[in-house]
């Protein structure tokens, strides 16, 4: 039998923390193992149980300092929650409840991630003076 992903999930939402750890728990891929309503719980939650994913609205993640994958999720796209995800090294950026298979997907794949592909590495921005548009990833 395959292991299940141990998920931390916090949202501020309840009725929506309900849904989306409905969700997860009945896919048989992933369980979630503590909920959070404000960023003290999250850290205290990933501090004791070092869960294999958080799955958190970008606004709580700022203070997270997680050792396995961090997920953003939110029920609405904006430009600021998708910048604050990334600030807070989001590996992933869902929408509830349009993309929620993949979230579970990538909450899943949260067990095959090795210690050196968990990782952060370092973006660096390169501008060059002339050609095409846009700014290339290193």
């Known amino acids: 039998m395959d292991q299940v992903a141990r998920i931390v999930l916090a949202l501020e939402a309840p009725e929506v ?4 750890m409905d969700f997860l728990d009945r896919s048989g891929r ?7 309503s404000d960023d003290r719980q999250l850290a205290e939650a990933i501090r004791q149980l070092e869960p294999d994913a958080v799955v958190a609205e ?5 203070g997270a300092k997680a050792s396995g994958v961090v997920l953003a999720l939110d029920t609405r796209e904006s ?3 998708l ?7 989001a590996a992933g950026y869902f929408l509830w409840p349009k993309e929620r298979d993949d979230l579970l997907g ?4 949260a067990l095959r991630r090795s ?3 968990a990782r952060r590495g370092t973006v660096i921005a390169v ?7 846009g700014v290339t990833f290193v």
């Open 106 to 109: 990538a909450a899943a794949a």
């Open 127 to 133: 501008h060059g003076g002339r050609g095409g548009v």
């Open 17 to 20: 923390a309900e849904e989306v």
């Open 58 to 62: 970008p606004t709580l993640l700022g």
């Open 83 to 89: 910048r604050t995800a990334i600030e807070a090294g």
């Open 115 to 117: 210690p050196e592909t």
């Open 79 to 81: 430009v600021m929650s």
């Open 30 to 36: 992933a369980r979630v193992v503590a909920t959070a």
